[in-house]
């Protein structure tokens, strides 16, 4: 059960300051993707493991890693997965249309002598 609460814990730090950082780096005109990336450095070990440690090590101790890196990658999987969707339906869409196309005038000899 306590590693259900540090994991809500670590999500909800993790939400709050990509939800910041993005929100001040957009007053400045940078992209909020940006402020997420730069928030993901912020709580990483390279800087607030080291202003920090014991602070990080309360919020993101080691024992409790795998399965926030677990939903991280599951996260990712699921990105992934819907820019390749999204990127390729249109490919895939037009794909289709050609090869029904192509398959209705085979099929169809006298649409074929009409249209000719």
């Known amino acids: 059960m306590a590693d259900i609460k540090i994991l809500i ?18 007053k400045v005109g940078q992209p909020q993707v940006v402020g997420e990336m730069v928030a993901g450095i912020l709580l990483g070990p ?3 493991g080291w202003i ?3 602070f990080s090590a309360a919020i993101f101790p080691a024992s409790s890693l795998g399965p926030l890196n677990l939903l991280s990658q599951l996260g990712l999987l ?12 249109p490919a ?16 169809d000899p006298a649409r074929r002598r009409r249209r000719i």
């Open 78 to 89: 699921l990105f992934m997965f819907m820019i390749g969707l999204f990127g390729l339906l």
């Open 92 to 107: 895939a869409i037009g794909g289709f249309l050609v090869i029904w196309g192509l398959v209705v005038f085979v099929k």
């Open 9 to 26: 814990v670590q999500i909800c730090v993790i939400l709050l300051a990509t939800y910041l950082v993005g929100w001040l780096l957009g």
């Open 46 to 48: 390279s800087l607030l």
């Open 52 to 54: 920090a440690p014991e």
